[in-house]
């Protein structure tokens, strides 16, 4: 929960704000936010399926399920600060470009941070942790919608850029310490499911 809430308001910042941000700061018209704000939605496409693909393709090789899934992950935040970039250069093509090497890296990142409840937990527990997290994503992105604006209209995109672009390493160190194996957690189907078994199950096998 704390993972998605951390990493996925970035998501939603591309969704949202990219078409104000071209008008306001790029000056695109609106026939030029139809031409072009579609291109980095389209390199998130290929982040979904290369996230997935890189992960199979590392465990096909022989890698464990914690080593390639820790670092496609890993691989996927470290394109984020690219974002960064974006802000601060004058050509808008490129700012464009480095738009796009963002949204492939998130969608990579949602590719392998969205199987974790089915890497972690049974099967019958899966939806219910899957929904926590999806939870969790969205009341982050709300908070951080009403945040983007405030600090838009006092200071500039800079600041928001800095951020969005930090937030996937960010998420990911909380990945790599908070579950320092990526195994199944074995419950005993005969005892009642409680939340907190399920912790201190984790916390044994890490």
Known sequence: MLVRFISDPAWYFYLFWLPEYLHSVRGFSLQQIGYFAWIPFLTADFGS???GWINTFLMRRGWSLNKARKVAMAGSAACMPLAIAAAHVSDARIAIAFICLATFGQ??????????????????????????????????????????????????????FVTVGLMHPLAAAVVFVSIPRIELIRIDRTVPIRPEKLVSKQRAQG
Not at 127 to 148: H, R
């Open 49 to 51: 399926v290369a996230g």
């Open 107 to 160: 969608q990579a990142w949602s590719a392998n941070i969205i199987t974790l409840p089915a890497d972690l937990f049974p099967s019958k527990v899966v939806a219910s942790v899957y929904g926590l997290s999806a939870l969790s994503s969205s009341f982050g992105a709300m908070v951080f919608m009403l945040l983007i604006g405030w600090v838009v209209d006092h200071f500039s995109y800079a600041p928001i």
